[in-house]
């Protein structure tokens, strides 16, 4: 009913940026709280960040001032734009989203994830 597709995943260089790009489609209401997550290889997801409905946004301590959440409502699209990274941020890259179907019933979404890759 409802899908969350990510795109803009790649390979980039130290230093460089990428846009991760996360598009809703289906049975939508309302989009509320968005958010991107990320899993390093072996390791477990961490939360990147997050945006609620009226755009109060948090970040991860290891992304602060580097990346940046953002969504056009009217286009069901949540983006993230990453900036100056690092080798660590190599990692699969989620979207999430708290999706209200009809005006009484929310769910949680996830997207199918986008490998970014960062060489040294």
């Known amino acids: 009913q409802v899908q969350l597709v990510e795109s803009g995943g790649g390979l980039v260089q130290a230093g460089g940026s990428l846009r991760l790009t996360c598009v809703a489609s289906?049975?939508?209401?309302?989009?509320?709280?968005v958010g991107w997550y990320r899993q390093p290889p072996g390791k477990q997801r961490e939360l990147i960040a997050t945006?609620?409905?009226?755009?109060?946004?948090t970040y991860g301590e290891l992304v602060k001032g580097r990346f940046t959440i953002s969504r056009d409502n009217a286009k069901s699209t949540v983006f993230l734009q990453m900036n100056s990274l690092k080798p660590d941020d190599t990692a699969v890259y989620y979207c999430?989203?708290?999706?209200?179907?009809?005006?009484?019933?929310?769910?949680?979404?996830w997207g199918q994830g986008t490998q970014v890759t960062v060489s040294s």
């Open positions: 945006q609620t409905g009226d755009g109060t946004t």
């Open positions: 999430n989203a708290h999706i209200m179907t009809d005006e009484r019933f929310q769910y949680s979404y």
């Open positions: 289906g049975s939508i209401f309302r989009i509320n709280h």
